[in-house]
């Protein structure tokens, strides 16, 4: 994928990500790394054995960061994105060590800042498992280079 300027979002845009696998590592390191050290995510008896459970679930927030990491691993603001500005989502279903998933991003608004060499752009983001599940929904602000700047 061709990295876009802020001219080329359309209110037809839209993109999926390639699919990526939640493993048991990845949860495990993202748990230790941050300290999300609470038995829902660190014992896995506890987990397998609960109803309210049946397996060892990835934090939230991990599944998120992954599905920011499927955009920038797409190229789609490579170069071209200036800075993340906000994201708000909304947290509707688990992700289970050994789902897999892609993000749906589709492009929700745009606008021009008072530099011409720059706009806000606002994507409207589903995280969606292998089993057709929708995980996070959110919207995704970002500043982005126009055509007009120059390095």
């Known amino acids: 994928m061709e990295p876009l300027y802020f001219e080329d979002y359309n209110e037809d845009w839209s993109y999926e990500t390639e699919?990526?696998?939640?493993t048991d590592e990845d949860i495990r390191a993202y748990?230790?790394?941050c300290g999300f050290?609470?038995?829902?995510?660190?014992?896995?008896?506890?987990?397998?054995?609960?109803?309210?459970?049946?397996?060892?679930?990835?934090?939230?927030?991990?599944v998120l960061s992954m599905a920011e990491g499927l955009v920038l691993k797409a190229g789609l603001t490579k170069?071209?994105?200036?800075?993340?500005?906000?994201?708000?989502?909304?947290?509707?279903?688990?992700?289970?060590?050994g789902d897999s998933i892609v993000n749906r991003v589709r492009m929700h608004s745009k606008?021009?800042?008072?530099?011409?060499?720059?706009?806000?752009?606002?994507?409207?983001?589903?995280?969606?498992?292998?089993?057709?599940?929708?995980?996070?929904?959110?919207?995704s602000t970002r500043m982005i280079r126009t055509r007009q700047f120059v390095e």
């Open 19 to 22: 699919a990526r696998v939640i």
């Open 31 to 33: 748990v230790e790394l």
């Open 37 to 62: 050290l609470t038995p829902t995510f660190t014992d896995r008896a506890y987990v397998e054995g609960s109803k309210d459970y049946g397996g060892r679930m990835a934090p939230g927030l991990f």
């Open 79 to 97: 170069k071209r994105g200036i800075f993340l500005m906000e994201l708000s989502p909304k947290f509707k279903h688990p992700v289970f060590a």
């Open 111 to 139: 606008k021009l800042t008072s530099k011409p060499d720059r706009g806000v752009v606002v994507t409207a983001h589903e995280v969606v498992t292998d089993k057709g599940e929708v995980a996070i929904s959110y919207l």
